[in-house]
C-alpha cells in the first residue's frame, strides 16, 4: 500500500501559496523526449542501486524516482507521486536508466496478452480479490 | 504448447508483466468509482501528451497539423500475485477527446464501456471505437438510483452491440459488482483472442 500522502515535502520544489516554483521542463532541462526508446503509461520501473546525492546531473526529483522504485511501480504511479506530467517523467526515467540507477521493462503488447496463461492468471486473480 | 511464462525477464530484473484494462463511458457514468471500488489504492490522478491523429478534421493535403493534447486520467492498481499487475485506466470523458485512446487502446487486454441509462448515448463513441479498433470490450450498466431500469436487451437493441458482446447490470461502488464485470471482460477477452489468434491489431 502506498498513498500520496506520505509524499517527503522536502523533495520537492514547492511553494504552498505560490505552487509550483520549478516549471515541469526545468527539472528535464528543456528536453521533452527521453534519450532511449518507448516508455508507456504502464512501463515498469524498478531501482537497481541506490543514488547518493553527490551524483552529478540529477535533481530532486530523480533522487526521489530512485527511492519510489525500490516496490516496482509504472510510469503513471510515479508520475502521479511526483505530482508530474507523464511526459516529464519520461525524460527523468531516460536519465536514470542511461545511468544504470534503475531498469525498466517494456508493458506486453497485444501479441503478448495473446497468451492464454496471462488471462487465466488475470481471471484467478480477480476471482480472489 | 509452451507453458506459459508469468515473468519477462529483463536483463538481470523480473519484473511483473503490466496489464493495462481501460474503463470507458460518458462523462459522469461512473468511470472513476469503479476504477476506485476494485483496485487496491484510491485512484490516482496522471497526465498524458497524447497525438491528435487529426481523424473528423477537414483533410488539407500536405499540411501535417498534429496536435498534442493534455489528459488527465484517473487510474487504479490491483497487484495479481507476484507475476502480474493490473492497471486500470479511465479514459478521459470528454467525447472530443475520443481520438486519443489510440495510444491509450495499445496494448490493452480489454475496456469496459459504463453505461448510463438516464444518457444512453454518451458511450456511443466508446462502443464505436472499440468495435472499430477491434478491442475487446464489455458494457457494464451502472445502476444510478432514480434512473429508469431497462432490460438489457433492450439496451443491446439501443447500442446496436453484436450478439457476442456481454451486457451486465453493475453497481460501480461496489468492489464486489465491479470485480464481477472485470471478470466478464477477461472471459470475454480471452474467448475472443482464442478464436481469433492470428488477428493483427486493428490499427496501423
Request: negative net charge; aromatic residues 8%.
Given at each position: 500500500m502506498t498513498s500520496l500522502s506520505d509524499d517527503p515535502a522536502d523533495e520537492q520544489w514547492l511553494d504552498d501559496q505560490a505552487g509550483r516554483i520549478v516549471r515541469p521542463y526545468v527539472m528535464t532541462r528543456g528536453r521533452t523526449q527521453p534519450s532511449g526508446g518507448k516508455i508507456d503509461l504502464i512501463t515498469l520501473v524498478v531501482t537497481m542501486k541506490s543514488v547518493t546525492s553527490a551524483e552529478p546531473g540529477l535533481g530532486p526529483e530523480h533522487h526521489t524516482i530512485v527511492k519510489l522504485c525500490e516496490r516496482p511501480l509504472s510510469v503513471a504511479e510515479i508520475a502521479a507521486h511526483l505530482d508530474l506530467p507523464a511526459g516529464t517523467v519520461r525524460v527523468l526515467l531516460g536519465d536514470l536508466v542511461d545511468r544504470g540507477f534503475v531498469a525498466i521493462q517494456e508493458p506486453a503488447r497485444e501479441m503478448d496478452v495473446l497468451d492464454l496463461e496471462t488471462y487465466k492468471a488475470v481471471l484467478n486473480g480477480l476471482r480472489t480479490l | 504448447m509452451d507453458s506459459g511464462r508469468s515473468n519477462r525477464d529483463v536483463g538481470r530484473v523480473k519484473l511483473p508483466t503490466a496489464i493495462k484494462i481501460l474503463i470507458a463511458g460518458g462523462f459522469g457514468a461512473g468511470k472513476t468509482t469503479m476504477v476506485g471500488s476494485v483496485s487496491e489504492t484510491r485512484p490516482l490522478r496522471t497526465e498524458e501528451t497524447l497525438t491528435d491523429r487529426g481523424v473528423g478534421v477537414d483533410d488539407l493535403a500536405g499540411v501535417e497539423a498534429k496536435k498534442t493534447t493534455t489528459v488527465a486520467m484517473d487510474f487504479g492498481r490491483i497487484s495479481i500475485g507476484d507475476a502480474h499487475v493490473l492497471y486500470l485506466f479511465g479514459t478521459p470523458g470528454q467525447e472530443r477527446f475520443w481520438f486519443v485512446w489510440d495510444e491509450l487502446a495499445l496494448g490493452a487486454m480489454g475496456a469496459v464501456v459504463i453505461a448510463d441509462t438516464r444518457r444512453l448515448a454518451d458511450c456511443?463513441?466508446?462502443?464505436?471505437?472499440?468495435?472499430?479498433?477491434?478491442?475487446?470490450?464489455?458494457?457494464?450498466?451502472?445502476?444510478?438510483?432514480?434512473?429508469?431500469?431497462?432490460?438489457?436487451?433492450?439496451?443491446?437493441?439501443?447500442?446496436?452491440?453484436?450478439?457476442?458482446?456481454?451486457?451486465?447490470?453493475?453497481?460501480?461502488?461496489?468492489?464486489?459488482?465491479?470485480?464481477?464485470?472485470?471478470?466478464?471482460?477477461?472471459?470475454?477477452?480471452?474467448?475472443?483472442?482464442?478464436?481469433?489468434?492470428?488477428?493483427?491489431?486493428?490499427?496501423?
Open positions: - | 456511443f463513441p466508446s462502443v464505436d471505437y472499440f468495435e472499430r479498433r477491434g478491442t475487446p470490450f464489455v458494457v457494464a450498466v451502472n445502476c444510478f438510483e432514480g434512473a429508469t431500469r431497462f432490460d438489457l436487451d433492450e439496451i443491446r437493441m439501443a447500442l446496436d452491440l453484436s450478439p457476442d458482446i456481454p451486457v451486465v447490470l453493475c453497481d460501480a461502488r461496489q468492489k464486489e459488482s465491479s470485480k464481477k464485470v472485470l471478470v466478464t471482460l477477461v472471459e470475454h477477452a480471452m474467448e475472443t483472442r482464442a478464436s481469433t489468434p492470428a488477428q493483427a491489431p486493428a490499427t496501423r
